[in-house]
Structures are given as C-alpha cells and as structure tokens.
C-alpha cells in the first residue's frame, strides 16, 4: 500500500497508501473515507484527460486488494496472539486450582487440630466428643477460677502479713507508722484500703486486748480465746484505734464532700461502702443531709414570719368568699422540695449503695423539719385569724403536701422513670400523716368545725332570734306548750352568740366577721337592746343557702381530712347540727310564730290578717333542700356504719316531720279562720236583699255581702299561692270550697225570696262559683259540688214544670253538700220562695 520510489512510474495510476493507524482512529467514518478516495479519484481523472473521460477504478481496485491483503494478515497476527493468550490462562486456572486445594487441605488440617485440642481440654479421660456435654467442667475455666483463687490466696496472705505487722506496731509501740504511711500518701483507695484494715484491727483488739474494752470473760492466767500467753498488750489499743478512725472517719468525710462537689459519684460510692461498715453509715448520711444546701437556705429562712397582706386573710375568715388557698411561703416551700428531692434523689441512687436508707432520711430531714415547722407558723397565725381561717389553712395546706407526695410517688424518685418503690411510698404516707396527727387527733378537728358552724350559724341567726325573742307569745294553752322547746333552742343560740363575743379569746377578726354576719355593729353597747324589724323575723331562702353552703364547706374539709372509719360519726354531728339550727332554731321558729298568728285570728271580729301565710313558702323551699342535702350526701356519707346511718335517718325523719305538722296546723288553723270570717260575714247579709219592692235594685251586680266576702276570698287566693303551690296548695282550695259550698247551702235557706230577688240570688251565687273556680285551685270533684250553687239559684227563677223536671234528678238521704240536692234541701229552697203557696208550686212539693 506504500509507494515503491518516488522517481518510477507504474504502468497504473496508484492510488494514496494507508497504515492501520489510519482505520484504527477514533475519528475514522466510513463515508469520509469513501467521499475523500472519490474525490482524490476524481481528481485524477480530470488532470490526465478531457471531462468527459471514463472513470478508472483500477486505481482503486488495486488500494482495495492491498488494503484486503493488509487485513488478512494482521488477522493472522491476531489468531497467534490469541491463542498464545488462552494457553497462559489454562496455565493459571491449573495453578489456582491446585493452590485452592492445598489451602482446603490446610484448613481441613487446622479444624481436626482444634477439635482434637477441644476434645483433649473438655474431656481428659477420653470421653467420646458426642457426649461431652455431660463432661466434668470446662478445664480452661477451672484453671482460671485456681489462678484467681491463687491470687486472692496470695493477696489476703500479703493483708494478713500487713494486719499482723499494724497489729504489732499498736500493740507494742502504740503507734500505728505503716498505716499511717499509707493514709499520708493520699488517693481515695489508699484511704479505703486503710479504713478496712483498721476495721479488721479494730475487731482483733476486742479480741486480744479486752481490759481496753472492759472485758474480761474468758481471760485467765495469761490465756485469752484459746491464745497461750496472749496476754493483754502493752498499750491501750482501743484508743488508738479509735483515733484513728476517727481521723481517718473525718478525711472520708471529707473526700465524700469533695467528690460531691465534684460529682464524683464513683468515689462518692465507695467512701459510703466504707463508712458504712465504720458505723452503719450514720455519719456519711448526716453529713450528706445536714449538709444539704437545701437546709442551710432553710434554716436562714425558717425564723422569717409568715407574712400575708391582710387582704387573704380578711378572705380565709370571710364564709361567703371562696377560700384563697395554700399560704404563699408554704407553697414555695413545697414546690422547691419537689425539686429538691427529684434532683437529689438521682444523686444518692449513684452515691450509696444503701440509696433507700439515705432518701428516706433525707425525706424525713424535709418534711420533720423544713415542712413540718412551716407549717406550724402558717397554721399558728391562722388560728391568731378564726377558726375558720384555720380550718381553711389546714385543708388547703393538707390538699397541697398531699399533692406533692402523689407526683412523688409518680415520679418514682430513685426508681425514676418507674414509680417509687413501696418502702419509700410508705416513708411519704408516714410523714404525711405524722405531719397533720397533732390536728386531727381524737374529736379535735371536728369540734373545731362544729365550733366554728355554730358562730356562723348563731351570728346569722342572731336578729332573727331576737325578733321571736321579744314577739308577743300566747300566754297559755296548747301553742304555748307546742313552741316551748324551739324558744329554749332560740334563747340559747342568742345567749351562746352573746357570750362568744364576751370571750377573751376571740381573735379580732373572728369578732368582726360575726359582728358583720349578724348585721350588728360593734358600737352597740347592749346586744339585747338592738332594733329588729319584721324583715329580721321573716324566713329567708338566701340566709338557708348560705346556711347550708357553710356546711357543705364543712362536710368536704371533713370528707378530705378525716378519717375514712370516722367519717360517719363526724357526719353524724353535723347532721345534729343542722337539724337543730336550721330545723329548730330557725324553720321551727318560724312556723311556730306563724301559727300563733294564725290561732289569734280564729275568732276575731274584723277581717283577719293573714300576713303570716308567706312565710309557709320559705319554710317548705328550705325544709326540701335541707332534706336533699341531708338524704343525697350526709345519710351517703355514713353508709359504712349501719348505726350510725338509721340513727341519722331516724333524726332526719322526726325532725322533717315535725316541720310538716305544724305546716299543716298552719294550714288547719288559717283554714278554720276563713271558714269563720266568711261565716260571720254571711251572718251580715240582711233579710231584705232578697225581698226588693221594685226592679231598681236588679241594676247591682251583687248585694254587698256577696262583694265582701268574694273580694276577701280572691285576696285569700292571692296570699295561699305565695304560701304553698302543687298538690298542697290544691288541697288547701279543696277544703276551702268544700267548706263555702256547705256555708252558703245553709245560708240561702233563710232567706225569703221573690221574683226580683230570684235574680239576686242567682248573681250571687254566680260571682261566689266564678270566684271560687277561677282564683282557687280546686279539684274536678270538688268543682261539681260548687257548680251545685248555680242549680240553687235557678230553683229561685224558674216556673212549676221546670222545677217538676229538677225535682226528678233528685238524690236520697240526708242534707249535705253533695254533687245533687236531697229532697229535704229541695223543699226548703222552693219553700223560701214568695209564690211557693201558688198551685203548681204545691204541686211540685206535694209530688216530692
């Protein structure tokens, strides 16, 4: 493909020559190749003759052939390179494979190696591998376990050596020279080390030297524990010993210090362990806790009085307001105890090995000192307040500590983040309940709840007891007897509120807040002589509320800080309490002056007052709550205990009943004084209002009796809808129709009646059937015997044959106040009229 010379010339044109490097390059593309050998071949054609010359491929053909014969040989050279290169590789596949197999041959050698090693360690006496499972022990762990015993052998052989040598030296020289060298030598395990060996000194002393422990049991003629010519030693080795460790107690103590400062837990850990064979660890734990920064900021703290603006605790003596809750400084106090402990409990779990012992002295040191004596101030000048601030600074203080042992206890402390173990739940429950004893032992706390209800109670009551107190009583009889226990009751809440006031020890809080309870003011000399008003003497719901809003107050204090066994007795008390306040001295009170109202008015002359009968209504509102109180929480609360229950239900159900009777004697009496005034009133009608001489008188609408007595009985109605409502007040207008019904049959059978006055009759008998129906409730039976009045009137008007027709409706049996008329009444209403002798009227009568 190469040119031969630049001077010859061939016999064919020759085309251009190419090396492989030509075809081989990465920018080599065939249809360049192609379009450049065209050109070059055109080209040549054009220089060597005209255009239109024929072109010559032979030039080409002959660059092909060359290029043809070039490939083939380079494709020879490379079939040789190939299969010079496929026989190294069967050459090194050959020579790996052999190399594999010498090292599976190896490591095959390695594994029977080690199982015969295995076998020849696990079992010497040449028991089959498949069984040594069973064999006798590992030996390599055996031979490991006699090298360590060896060395504690060897180690306790160098101790012992040591001991006897320190033995020696205090014995003889009274000098303990080697341990010292130690302790002086520093280091927090040079000072362990020297503290058990004097332990171990300390014991062979009680041992060998017993005159310097004032012993002398088993020493006698120079043999000691067994020892020949042990002999007692030359120096007093119990007060050397003792000195020593007490020195070396201190510089423990003090390395404890440092390490704690340090947060050195590690070497914290192991000063404990070595105190605590010293003395139990008393001493580390009293450092640890007395030492506590805590205490330090606390007692400089405790001294400081427990100063509240007078504002909270004018609001903890006031019943009517809410309490304030947990005095400030004790509040402080307890939420940084809660932090304390829960930072500082993770101290001592890392600190002491006996972790328990030391939290649950370090709780004890919290709550018998720092609490405990806060909690005394704030209690100590609450009582300097009221019984009632007390009360309120108890429960709430006793409500927060007990909050703070509950998250305590969640937070686990030492067991953090799991719940605290049940020895320390029990430590908190114990302080707990240590801390409030001296409050709640015996009846102490529920006296003092019973003490300060009844200040509150009598100073609300105070006016209202003097009204009744100085109300004009009836002389003798049967209301005087009747009234005589709850007047008893009343002069003795208002003497006992009298002589509350007198007393000495009444705080000048406690006084303000009864003298402003009981509307009195402190510049009224004599309490006795004080102007009350008809308002002060009236029943009132609001002053029942709160009333029993003191007492449920009083039952949640109890509930929360009593005792769950006493809880039904201190109930109990309560319950007495109330029933004999509100029962007696205040709804009896009332209803018993309401009675004796009622009773005077029975036979007056004029029209009665009936001014009383409101007050019935207060007296049931407050009797129905104090029942539900009574029956849904106090009765609840004393379920426990059988006795105690059915004797508060007994109560409960004497006292109710007792306010019911003289409800209803109320209610019997103003019944028997309206039936009187409307009979007197009736007794006024004269004989000539039915008897007119003309029609003039038909322009009235009612003779004046009819118009007095139905005015009073709509005012009547007016007054008894504010007194009772439901079925009572239905009742109560039963009777009293009932009762008007049969007073006006009797009374329109005296009179005489003539035409005109027939109509008379009839409109009034319409206005006393219109008031009755429409101002009173009465029942639907009840409304056919009123509705019997309206037949009366018509037996006035109408003719002969229409009464003929009323006279066969007629019932049997004898006069009264029945749904129909008898055939006596019958007769004697046709018999009043005018015209009764005329002949259809006899007619009727003789056909009865």
Not at 505 to 522: C, I
Request: proline share 3%.
């Amino acid at each position: 493909m190469e040119r031969t010379g630049s001077g010859s010339r061939a016999l064919f044109p020759r085309g251009p020559s190419y090396s492989l490097e030509d075809f081989s390059n990465k920018d080599f593309i065939v249809r360049d190749f192609v379009d450049t050998l065209a050109e070059n071949a055109t080209s040549a054609n054009r220089r060597s003759g005209p255009a239109s010359a024929p072109f010559d491929p032979k030039p080409l053909i002959r660059t092909f052939e060359n290029a043809l014969q070039g490939l083939s040989n380079l494709s020879e050279e490379l079939q040789e390179k190939e299969s010079e290169l496929l026989s190294q590789v069967r050459r090194a596949e050959a020579q790996h494979d052999q190399t594999l197999d010498t090292l599976g041959r190896k490591l095959d050698q390695s594994i029977d190696s080690f199982e015969a090693l295995d076998v020849s360690l696990n079992n010497p006496n040449g028991v089959d591998r498949g069984a040594r499972g069973d064999g006798g022990g590992n030996v390599a762990v055996q031979i490991g376990e006699k090298l360590e015993e060896l060395d504690r052998k060897r180690r306790r052989a160098q101790d012992a050596n040591f001991l006897i040598q320190c033995w020696l030296e205090v014995s003889e020289t009274g000098e303990l020279t080697s341990l010292q060298d130690i302790r002086r030598q520093g280091g927090a395990e040079n000072k362990v080390r020297c503290a058990v060996i004097a332990h171990q000194l300390m014991r062979i002393s009680q041992r060998l030297d017993l005159a310097a422990w004032n012993q002398t049991n088993g020493h006698r003629n120079g043999i000691t524990n067994g020892v020949v010519g042990a002999g007692r030693p030359n120096h007093n080795t119990r007060e050397v010993l003792e000195k020593f460790c007490e020195t070396l107690e201190q510089d423990l103590l003090k390395q404890f210090n440092n390490s704690y400062r340090k947060q050195n837990f590690d070497d914290m850990m192991e000063c404990a362990k070595v105190l605590h064979d010293f003395n139990g660890g008393a001493s580390v734990i009293a450092v640890f806790v007395n030492q506590h920064q805590f205490f330090i900021d606390r007692d400089q703290l405790i001294t400081d009085e427990v100063t509240t603006d007078g504002e909270t605790w004018d609001q903890l003596a006031d019943p009517d307001q809410d309490p304030p809750g947990v005095e400030p400084s004790l509040q402080s106090l307890i939420d940084e105890v809660k932090i304390v402990m829960q930072e500082e409990s993770f101290i001592i779990r890392r600190a002491f090995p006996y972790y328990e012992t030391v939290l649950i002295k370090f709780i004890q040191r919290v709550f018998q000192q720092s609490i405990q004596q806060r909690l005394e101030m704030v209690l100590e000048k609450a009582e300097t307040i009221s019984t009632l601030a007390f009360l309120r600074s108890l429960h709430a203080s006793r409500n927060y500590i007990s909050a703070l042992i509950e998250d305590l206890k969640h937070h686990g402390l030492t067991e953090h983040p799991e719940p605290c173990s049940a020895q320390i739940a029990q430590t908190l429950d114990q302080q707990m309940e240590e801390l409030f004893v001296p409050y709640m032992v015996g009846n102490s706390y529920i006296e003092r709840e019973k003490k300060s209800l009844e200040e509150l109670f009598n100073s609300l009551l105070f006016k209202y007891n003097i009204y009744h107190s100085r109300r004009k009583k009836a002389p003798t009889g049967f209301m005087a007897s009747l009234a005589q226990q709850g007047s008893q009751l009343m002069a003795s809440a208002k003497d006992a509120y009298l002589e509350r006031l007198e007393s000495s020890d009444l705080t000048p809080t406690q006084k303000t807040m009864m003298l402003r309870v009981a509307g009195v003011s402190d510049t009224d000399k004599n309490k006795n002589e004080i102007e009350v008003s008809e308002e002060d003497g009236v029943l009132s719901t609001a002053n029942a509320k709160r009333m029993m809003r003191w007492l449920a107050e009083s039952v949640r204090r109890t509930l929360e800080l009593g005792s769950v066994n006493e809880t039904p007795k201190d109930v109990a008390i309560l319950l007495n309490l109330l029933m004999t306040n509100m029962g007696q001295v205040y709804i009896e009170t009332g209803l018993d002056a309401a009675l004796e109202k009622a009773s005077a008015q029975e036979n007056v002359k004029i029209e009665p007052d009936l001014s009383y009968m409101p007050l019935i209504r207060p007296a049931v509102t407050i009797t129905s709550i104090m029942s539900r109180f009574i029956t849904t929480v106090l009765v609840r609360l004393a379920e426990s205990n059988t006795t105690v229950r059915r004797s508060m239900e007994a109560q409960t159900k004497m006292g109710i009943e007792s306010i019911e009777k003289k409800t209803n004697s109320i209610l019997k009496s103003t019944l028997d004084v309206l039936t009187n005034w409307i009979a007197k009133s009736l007794a006024n009608q004269k004989k000539i209002d039915y008897l007119p001489k003309d029609d003039s008188v038909l322009e009235n609408l009612q003779t004046p009796t009819c118009d007095t007595i139905c005015n009073f009985l709509a005012r009547t109605a007016r007054l008894i809808n504010q007194a009772v409502d439901g079925a009572n007040h239905q009742a109560f207008s039963t009777e009293l129709a009932v009762a008007v019904q049969r007073l006006l049959l009797e009374h329109f059978k005296k009179f005489k009646v003539n035409a005109a006055g027939g109509l008379m009759v009839t409109k009034d008998i319409a206005k006393y059937v219109s008031t009755l129906k429409g101002e009173w409730d009465i029942s639907k039976e009840t409304e056919g015997a009123v509705d019997l009045l309206t037949e009366i009137g018509y037996l006035f008007i109408i003719g002969p044959e229409a009464l003929r027709e009323r006279s066969r409706n007629l019932a049997s049996g004898p006069s009264g106040g029945g749904k129909r008329l008898v055939k006596a009444d019958f007769k004697t209403f046709v018999s009043n009229r005018e015209d009764y002798r005329s002949v259809g009227i006899q007619s009727v009568l003789a056909g009865l």
